[in-house]
């Protein structure tokens, strides 16, 4: 297309370019205002033809339009729906199988604390002393070092013999069993 293309919107009087499609009788750009003005225009030519002058008017449309209100009675006096969401109310969803979540992509965060309560995440989040989920996943993997740590401590001392040869946990295992004790 070259320059001689262009045309002078009758609405704002800028250059623009006619869809192709509809060249030859396009005078307004695509601009909201001037898509008004076009159409604001073109009723005003349309009624102003003879044959269009009583074209809502006469007895054949009073009484299309009478029997069109009475099929539909109280129309216009329907009051609008305040408050109507423009989408479905969220439903809570119980949690999925962990077959399930295993599969589905989640963040480190997620990952540790699928099966926890959200009270645990609250009690980090205040211990850290912010909401921020990177830094709950910072303290998150502390604590759950320090966890291991202490389970793998108290294996390895399980695991040891005692120096009596284990004679103290049996007799601390016939105290439980005794049934003269409280």
């Not at 499609?21 to 005078?27: E, I, L, P, S």
């Not at 040869?165 to 003269?180: K, S």
Request: with cysteine.
């Amino acid at each position: 297309m070259g320059l001689g293309d262009r045309r002078k919107c009758n609405c704002c009087l800028k250059l623009f370019r006619p869809d192709p499609r509809n060249r030859r009788h396009q005078c307004y750009c695509s601009a909201p205002d001037c898509r008004a003005a076009s159409k604001t225009a073109s009723q005003a030519r349309w009624l102003a033809k003879p044959e269009n002058q009583s074209y809502f008017r006469g007895p054949v449309n009073v009484a299309r339009v009478r029997a069109w209100r009475s099929r539909h009675p109280g129309y216009w006096r329907k009051g609008r729906r305040a408050g109507i969401a423009l989408q479905d109310v969220s439903m809570v969803q119980p949690i999925g199988s962990a077959m399930e979540t295993a599969n589905s992509a989640r963040s480190p965060l997620q990952d540790m604390l699928l099966a926890q309560p959200a009270v645990l995440i609250g009690l980090i989040a205040h211990i850290v002393g912010t909401p921020l989920q990177d830094d709950i996943v910072r303290a998150t993997n502390r604590l759950l070092r320090l966890g291991q740590d202490i389970l793998a401590a108290s294996a390895a001392w399980a695991a040891t013999p005692a120096p009596d040869g284990g004679a103290g946990r049996d007799q601390l295992r016939d105290v439980r069993q005794d049934p003269r004790l409280p």
